[in-house]
């Protein structure tokens, strides 16, 4: 417990990290979902301590992203890597570029908008830990 990332965060923290990190990168599209990992799942089970001081809680994060160039697909996952709250392992990443270049998809780029040029997703595993409140003793 002595890590600075295996500590205690809500997704609304996780979630202004993702949008601050998004805006950094100059990402042009960001969607997420968590769910929480099922209590008797490997990733969740294995990574439980052997006392009862603390539990951790891992929930798997799905992201879907747009990118005008591959350089900020990249250097969101770097930074989401770095900065996240918590401590996060990828599971997935995937990237799809579009086969051409338009017109239309660079005056998009040229108004900050979702050209599609890039799309990726990107899954991880995150993992906080949680105090278990300690019953008192009569």
């Given at each position: 417990?002595?890590?600075?990332k295996l500590?205690?965060?809500?997704r609304?923290t996780a979630?202004?990290?993702?949008?601050?990190?998004?805006?950094?990168?100059?990402l042009?599209?960001l969607n997420?979902?968590?769910?929480a990992?099922?209590?008797?799942?490997p990733e969740?089970a294995?990574s439980?301590?052997?006392?009862?001081l603390?539990?951790v809680?891992?929930?798997n994060?799905?992201?879907?992203?747009g990118?005008?160039?591959?350089?900020s697909?990249?250097?969101?996952?770097a930074?989401?890597?770095?900065?996240?709250?918590?401590?996060?392992?990828?599971?997935?990443?995937?990237?799809?570029?579009?086969?051409?270049?338009?017109t239309?998809a660079l005056?998009?780029?040229?108004?900050g908008?979702?050209?599609g040029?890039v799309?990726g997703?990107?899954k991880?595993?995150?993992?906080?830990a949680?105090?278990?409140k300690q019953?008192e003793?009569?």
């Amino acid at each position: 417990m002595a890590s600075d990332k295996l500590i205690p965060h809500t997704r609304r923290t996780a979630i202004r990290q993702m949008q601050s990190v998004a805006v950094d990168a100059g990402l042009t599209a960001l969607n997420y979902n968590f769910q929480a990992a099922a209590n008797l799942a490997p990733e969740a089970a294995s990574s439980q301590p052997k006392n009862d001081l603390y539990r951790v809680n891992v929930e798997n994060v799905e992201l879907t992203l747009g990118a005008p160039i591959d350089q900020s697909f990249y250097s969101f996952i770097a930074s989401v890597y770095e900065q996240f709250p918590g401590s996060m392992a990828i599971t997935e990443v995937e990237i799809e570029r579009s086969p051409g270049v338009t017109t239309e998809a660079l005056n998009l780029v040229s108004r900050g908008e979702d050209s599609g040029l890039v799309k990726g997703k990107l899954k991880y595993s995150w993992r906080t830990a949680q105090q278990n409140k300690q019953e008192e003793k009569k």
